[in-house]
């Protein structure tokens, strides 16, 4: 069964920090992996998104990993500010050989809070 | 702002209403989509729409009916929901496998 599994669940650290949340997957054929920011109440916002053969990305104070062998990705987030709490949710993308829309399978998200 | 514009942000219906909303998007995708996103749950697939054509429904009751008149424009009709279906209801659309881009999201309260 394809899913996406994200941890922790929750997290608080306290502004200036670092972070890294995790992703595992096991969703096959593989396409691609993104990871989207969501505010409260609001549409998610995608921040990086990596193919099988990029193991890097990064997006200002953001970087994701990605390993294609275990599966595996990260989201490390660097001296953290206020406007970074919010939920990160890991998604991934199913190959849909020739087709002509996306085939999203979502994990259900590592919500962050950060303290001043 | 993404591109992508959900209307109302906020809606309160009681479960013998019938209500509506919709989805616009001026980027030119193929692809339009729903989501339900509940609480503590991922974001669950409803609808997907090829340039008006829907591709695909995922197994969703018959009291939500989606109508795609153009490739723009999106609508999820609503009636005789149940409590249990107050949840975020998300727009998205792409540029076929592209990334999606999603609107800001109707929050849906059945009273």
């Known amino acids: 069964k394809n899913q996406v599994e994200q941890s922790p669940q929750s997290l608080i650290i306290l502004e200036g920090k670092n972070c890294t949340l995790q992703?595992?997957?096991?969703?096959?054929?593989?396409?691609?992996l993104r990871w989207y920011k969501q505010d409260t109440g609001r549409g998610p916002v995608s921040l990086t998104i990596?193919?099988?053969?990029?193991n890097t990305k990064s997006n200002g104070r953001y970087t994701a990993t990605l390993d294609a062998d275990t599966k595996q990705s990260s989201l490390h987030i660097t001296a953290s500010q206020l406007s970074d709490s919010a939920s990160y949710l890991c998604?991934?993308?199913?190959?849909?050989?020739?087709?002509?829309?996306?085939?999203?399978?979502f994990g259900t998200g590592t919500l962050l809070a950060v303290q001043p | 702002e993404t591109g992508v514009t959900q209307t109302p942000r906020h809606l309160v219906m009681g479960m013998t209403n019938k209500k509506s909303l919709k989805c616009e998007q001026h980027?030119?995708?193929?692809?339009m989509y729903w989501y339900k996103q509940s609480a503590k749950k991922p974001l669950e697939l409803m609808f997907v729409?090829?340039?008006?054509?829907?591709?695909e429904n995922n197994s969703v009751p018959s009291r939500f009916s989606p109508e795609c008149p153009n490739s723009s424009h999106l609508f999820l009709h609503l009636h005789t929901l149940q409590p249990e279906d107050s949840a975020l209801y998300l727009c998205?659309?792409?540029?076929?496998?592209?990334?999606?881009?999603f609107g800001q999201g109707t929050r849906l309260t059945v009273v």
């Open positions: 990596m193919t099988f053969s990029e």
């Open positions: 992703c595992n997957y096991t969703v096959s054929p593989f396409s691609n």
């Open positions: 980027l030119g995708h193929n692809a």
């Open positions: 998205a659309s792409s540029q076929r496998q592209s990334e999606a881009f």
């Open positions: 998604v991934v993308s199913g190959e849909n050989y020739g087709g002509a829309t996306n085939k999203l399978i």
């Open positions: 729409y090829n340039f008006k054509e829907q591709t």
